[in-house]
């Protein structure tokens, strides 16, 4: 099955100790004048950023289409639309936009993001018992104070699910994303890699993506339990 049975398929299927050698090799010499660990840098800052504005911006706009029936109707439709397109649909339109620096990759994952963070948050915020929101205005609450005193904590579990599903989005789309002029950057090392036919690096890269997305998806889940310890509790 590995390169050693079969020298013709090393091109194909390297062994796994030729994928070692470029660990180390790629983490103390680099790859493409970059570490690995600075290819993963590039990549996971990319992603934070495009993550934190498509979060920020996909919960106010998920709020206001729940709590907007007009904005329900008129952005509804449009939000669902873009969140049916691939990466690669927009991304040379979004070059054509910002140039080829960071700008297409940050917006490329926002636009991933966005609309997933958008559609939990108007599908949680419209699932809050009106009970909560009665009980709130009762008890003394100004009308403008619900949605971030009442409604957004009650939609918090499903809210951090949807930011779950975005980040994994996002890191699919990193590689996407860094197809132009990506490197630093592991989906930018990828790309490069199988323009050269090195297999051995593909793999590498593939493995580091899987890795540090298990981390992240990690992450994630342990805020999910910090931030609402009582979801699934009640």
Same mark, same amino acid.
């Not at 590039?42 to 979060?55: E, K, V, Y």
């Not at 590689?175 to 197809?179: D, G, K, L, M, P």
């Given at each position: 099955m590995f390169a050693d049975a079969r020298p013709d398929l090393a091109l194909f299927v390297p062994h796994p100790r030729e994928v070692w050698h470029q660990l180390v090799v790629t983490s103390t010499r680099g790859y493409s004048g970059y570490l690995l660990l600075e290819h993963?840098?590039?990549?996971?800052?990319?992603?934070?950023?495009?993550?934190?504005?498509?979060?920020?911006?996909?919960?106010?706009?998920?709020?206001?289409?729940?709590?907007? +029936?007009?904005?329900?109707?008129?952005l509804g439709p449009f939000i669902t639309f873009v969140r049916t397109l691939p990466p %690669?649909?927009?991304l040379y339109l979004l070059v054509i936009w910002f140039g080829i620096n960071e700008e297409p990759k940050v917006w490329l994952l926002l636009i991933a993001a966005l609309p997933i963070v958008a559609i939990a948050t108007a599908d949680a915020v419209a699932g809050v018992p009106d009970d909560y929101v009665n009980a709130a205005r009762s008890l003394g609450t100004r009308r403008l104070a619900v949605p971030w005193r009442v409604v957004l904590p009650a939609?918090? +579990?499903?809210? %951090?699910?949807?930011?779950?599903?975005?980040?994994?989005?996002?890191y699919t789309s990193v590689?996407?994303?860094?197809?132009i002029n990506g490197v630093p950057g592991i989906g930018g090392m990828?790309?490069?890699?199988?323009?050269?036919?090195?297999?051995?690096?593909v793999i590498l890269g593939i493995l580091v993506i899987g890795a540090s997305g298990l981390l992240i998806d990690g992450f994630i889940q342990l805020a999910q339990r910090r931030l609402a310890p009582w979801r699934g509790r009640i």
């Open positions: 993963l840098g590039a990549s996971l800052r990319r992603i934070g950023l495009g993550c934190l504005f498509g979060t920020v911006g996909g919960v106010l706009l998920g709020l206001a289409i729940a709590l907007v +029936p007009v904005l329900r109707a008129a %690669l649909a927009y939609a918090l +579990p499903e809210i %951090l699910t949807g930011v779950r599903l975005a980040v994994g989005v996002a590689v996407a994303a860094e197809t990828v790309r490069d890699a199988q323009r050269y036919n090195n297999t051995s690096v």
